[in-house]
């Protein structure tokens, strides 16, 4: 399996960028996705998910100005990120679980698969 995000850059507070997340190599039948960013201060932290029914869950603090998609004809997966604040400035890493639903989201050791990341920069 490998995942590979695309999207990120640099964008004044209030602004909007999309992150994507291509898969190859995804044979599981049921599974989720999610994706997740990383900071120094505050190590990884989950930040949506969406199973393969299309089942979204979110972390409060992007709650209302992040979208998670997924597109499983295409293998990607989109975070729409709108309403921009400095606090979301991360690395943000895709992540893949063969568990058969995204009970158990937040979890970091659910994941066997993760991108490399695409960083975001909010200022």
């Known amino acids: 399996v490998q995942l590979v995000e695309s999207g990120g850059g640099s964008v004044r507070p209030g602004g909007s960028l999309r992150l994507s997340c291509a898969s190859q190599g995804v044979y599981y039948r049921f599974y989720c996705m999610a994706w997740w960013r990383e900071t120094l201060d505050n190590g990884r932290e989950p930040v949506a998910s969406?199973?393969?029914?299309?089942?979204?869950a979110y972390d409060d603090s992007v709650k209302g100005r992040f979208t998670i998609s997924l597109d499983r004809t295409k293998g990607t997966m989109d975070l729409q990120m709108n309403n921009l604040r400095p606090e979301d400035t991360a690395k943000y890493l895709c992540?893949?679980?063969?568990?058969?639903?995204?009970?158990?989201?937040?979890?970091?050791?659910?994941?066997?698969?993760w991108g490399q990341g695409t960083q975001v920069t909010v200022s």
């Open positions: 992540a893949l679980s063969s568990a058969d639903d995204c009970l158990n989201w937040r979890r970091r050791y659910e994941y066997n698969h």
């Open positions: 969406v199973d393969n029914d299309g089942v979204t």
